[in-house]
């Protein structure tokens, strides 16, 4: 996906937006489907892409709005392409899940809640992602890594930057 | 004491993806026997088997089951709660994927006994990645005639469709659960009505934990007796716990119910780690109260639990090692029930909030007796006037903590210095 898009959508993004909505019309339990699919395809929900949501299924734009807002893994605001769950529970942060962040954020340049300059990498806080059999542990789309240290973390981010990891 | 592998028996040896394997060792035994009993019956023997909920309260099964049973509607559901968003559990994480046919089965088998054809599982955002074996399973359940329609040639039908979460703890709570998968805010409702009555879509509905529902096949399997022969006479079977924190063996072991939470801890998982001393045990979860040294030796039995002040829940047993200030991590606590408060209700929405406040402020120093004293009044509204579990259970860990804790609380009243934590104050991660 371009990410030059997040001020302006471009058009042909919005037509696939459509298509993916369109079989749910009058549907809205599938919303969550519908919108676990768009984030695949768009840089964010921005108002143009929740209107057309809410267009084809048939439903307020302030519902979806609302809906996407509510959940924490979903993003009205820019996000990068990876988005990395650090995770901040108890059992993380009783084995050194402060000092992995840090480390995480020096080397990303960035602190928690932001997203890097060429938009590859968001990071952001998370509760428990259910690994603390292997805290410090963190999610990154949907791929766990566990037992970290500061160094290792790096050489995590590092797989991805060099494209060993997509 | 042994592990006690019912439930895990066959994790990580079957293929989780294939259901002809679970066929090959036993598996499905107990769908083949319910689809041939009638609804009442399949109950009485989940209700004699004295199974409760693993998800929280330790409700009876075959109770909730009953309720739908006695609801008459065409239309009913059978929901999979698999949002396990207690920080520290990762049980239902090892059921899921690696012996879905256990929860498979379970649900079909309760949807047999209420008359309902089809289930959900509502799997948490953040196990995305557990959701293609999940499909998998179901879809090899389904054409290993298991699944769909005519089961078994029993003219039987149940079908399962998965339900994803995004991220919000309180969406494990069950109302808020089914709010979610009618694709709305995962705000709790105000009941009753109850959901045996009017729960997904206003249809009568029976909502289990996964750990739960993976032990119903076996039941039926096996026979009433057969569980009663495990754990303890009001908590029967086994049970799953999630060792974790400064341990030096941290995983997910299995049980019979009952077993002493110092043995668990001492014998089990090889004690505290690195030779150090144990400090405190956080029991069921983030909502858990926090037990001191001293307090461990006790039976892990739904019932003993909460007649001490604490909940079994999901089995989450952190250990907490000296190097740890309590203080904060009392702290890291109340933040993690701020954030996840829906805001539904005032007295959690705005109670979570000043919690935080209360104990950074004793954290920093900036704290005294007053303080202590307004969170006594603060946690007795929030316990009486919140409106879902949430609000009721973010206060467990704080009153526990300076109730076994006091002296920690009070060395940071005085400001005295705490080398533990001062290099962590002022932020939460
Ligand atoms: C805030 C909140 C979060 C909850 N989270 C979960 C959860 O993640 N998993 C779960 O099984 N039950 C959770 N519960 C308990 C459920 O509401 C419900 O009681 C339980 O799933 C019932 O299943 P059981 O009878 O099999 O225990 C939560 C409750 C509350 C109030
Ligand atoms: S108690 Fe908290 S989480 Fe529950 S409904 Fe009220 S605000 Fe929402
Ligand atoms: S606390 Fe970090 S994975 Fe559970």
């Known amino acids: 996906m371009d990410r030059t898009e997040y001020n302006q959508v471009k058009a042909s993004t919005l037509v696939e937006v459509a298509r993916i909505a369109a079989p749910y019309r009058d549907k809205p339990e599938m919303l969550m489907e519908v919108v676990l699919s768009v984030e695949e395809i768009v840089p964010m929900f921005s108002s143009q892409v929740t209107a057309v949501i809410a267009r084809e299924m048939n439903i307020p734009q302030t519902q979806v709005y609302s809906f996407i807002s509510f959940y924490k ?8 392409k990876y988005i990395v769950h650090m995770c901040q529970s108890a059992p993380c942060h009783i084995r050194g899940a402060k000092e992995v962040l840090e480390s995480a954020e020096e080397f990303l340049g960035i602190k928690v809640g932001e997203t890097t300059e060429d938009h590859m990498f968001t990071l952001a806080y998370s509760p428990c992602i259910g690994n603390c059999d292997i805290s410090p542990a963190i999610l990154i789309n949907g791929r766990v890594y566990g037992n970290l240290t500061p160094e290792s973390v790096r050489d995590v981010l590092k797989g991805y930057i060099r494209g060993e990891v997509q | 004491m042994q592990e006690l592998k019912v439930l895990t028996e066959f994790c990580g040896v079957i293929n989780p993806k294939d259901a002809k394997d679970y066929i090959n060792v036993g598996g499905f035994e107990g769908l083949k026997k319910a689809v041939k009993m009638d609804g009442q019956e399949i109950i009485d023997v989940i209700s004699d088997s004295g199974l409760r909920g693993r998800g929280g309260a330790g409700f009876p099964t075959g109770r909730k089951i009953q309720f739908a049973y006695n609801t008459d509607s065409d239309i009913k559901y059978i929901v999979c709660n698999a949002d396990e968003g207690e920080p520290g559990t990762n049980k239902d994480r090892v059921l899921l994927s ?26 948490r955002g953040e196990y995305s990645y557990i959701r293609e074996i999940l499909q998998a399973a179901i879809d090899s359940c389904v054409a290993n005639n298991l699944l769909g329609k005519n089961i078994l040639d029993s003219g039987f039908d149940f079908e399962i469709r998965i339900s994803s979460g995004a991220g919000a703890y309180v969406c494990g709570e069950e109302t808020a659960l089914f709010e979610s998968i009618e694709g709305k805010r995962g705000e709790p409702r105000f009941r009753p009505p109850f959901p045996g009555v009017s729960g997904l879509f206003g249809k009568p509905t029976v909502l289990n934990n996964v750990e739960t529902i993976a032990n119903i096949g076996l039941i039926l399997k096996h026979g009433a007796d057969w569980f009663k022969g495990m754990g303890t006479e009001g908590s029967p079977g086994t049970k799953l716990f999630t060792v974790i924190g400064n341990i030096k063996h941290r995983g997910i072991y299995e049980f019979p119910m009952g077993i002493n939470l ?104 900036r704290g005294s007796l007053e303080t202590l004293r307004k969170i006594d009044d603060l946690t007795e509204t929030m316990n009486a006037a919140s409106l879902c579990g949430l609000g009721r259970s973010a206060t467990v860990p704080v009153t526990s903590a300076i109730r076994n804790f006091r002296g920690e609380f009070i060395k940071h009243i005085d400001k005295d210095y705490c080398p533990k934590c001062q290099g962590k104050r002022g932020d939460i991660a």
Request: glycine content about 14%; aromatic content about 8%.
């Open chain 1, 73 to 80: 893994m979903l993003y009205t605001g820019k996000r990068g």
């Open chain 2, 98 to 123: 690696e012996n879905p046919f256990l929860i498979i089965e379970g649900m079909a088998i309760m949807g047999k006994a209420i008359g309902s054809n089809c289930g959900y599982i509502y799997l």
């Open chain 2, 262 to 365: 110092k043995d668990l801890i001492f014998n089990c998982c090889g004690g505290v780690e690195d030779g150090h001393q144990l400090l405190a045990v956080q029991a069921g979860g983030a909502s858990g109260p926090f037990i001191n040294a001293e307090q461990i030796d006790m039976p892990l039995d739904i019932d003993y639990v909460s007649s001490s002040g604490g909940r079994l829940g999901c089995g989450t047993i952190m250990v907490i090692d000296e190097t740890n200030c309590i203080v904060d991590i009392v702290a890291n606590n109340a933040y993690f029930f701020k954030g996840e408060s829906c805001g539904k209700c005032t007295p959690c929405r705005e109670g979570t909030t000043r919690l935080y406040n209360f104990i950074e402020d004793i954290s920093q120093g």
